[in-house]
């Protein structure tokens, strides 16, 4: 899959309730899912927009529309981490993980489990 654009947290949203609907959703399924109300008029826009921008497949079963996605989860996670990375942090890990902790999102015990998650990776490399 081709490189895609980091998505606006509207359509975010939407493209979390599809992936987590572990099968093609519908959209009854995905406003139930929402956290935010939204008009299926405004989540029919959102799904068109999803579709030209590759993310998604409409099929029809029926009378009823099923949205199938294109591009994984854990695919659009790590190009949206590299991007972000890339773009705030000048690809620094470092920078990044030092934001995170002058910011107070890094706990004690996270910065361990960063640690160990770390001692792993390079332990698996020798």
Same mark, same amino acid.
């Given at each position: 899959? =081709?490189?895609? &654009? ?18 093609? @959703?519908? @959209?009854? @399924?995905?406003?139930?899912? +929402?956290?935010?109300? +939204? ?8 799904? &068109?927009?999803?579709?030209? &921008? =590759?993310?998604?497949?409409? #099929?029809? !079963? ?11 989860? #854990? ?6 981490? =590299? !991007? %972000?990375?890339?773009? +705030?942090?000048?690809?620094?890990? &470092?920078?990044?993980? @030092?934001?995170?902790?002058? =910011? ?6 996270? %910065?361990? #489990? ?13």
């Amino acid at each position: 899959m =081709g490189e895609h &654009k980091n998505l606006p947290e509207s359509e975010l949203d939407i493209m979390l309730a599809v992936w987590r609907s572990r099968e093609a @959703a519908t @959209a009854p @399924a995905i406003l139930a899912a +929402l956290e935010r109300p +939204l008009t299926a008029s405004a989540l029919h826009s959102y799904l &068109k927009r999803l579709e030209e &921008k =590759g993310f998604l497949r409409c #099929e029809k !079963a029926g009378r009823v529309n099923r949205y199938i996605p294109l591009i994984s989860e #854990e695919e659009y996670r790590r190009q949206a981490g =590299g !991007a %972000v990375l890339e773009k +705030l942090y000048e690809g620094s890990l &470092k920078t990044f993980a @030092a934001a995170l902790w002058d =910011g107070g999102r890094l706990s004690q015990s996270e %910065v361990a #489990e960063l640690r160990e998650y770390l001692d792993a990776l390079e332990g698996g490399r020798e």
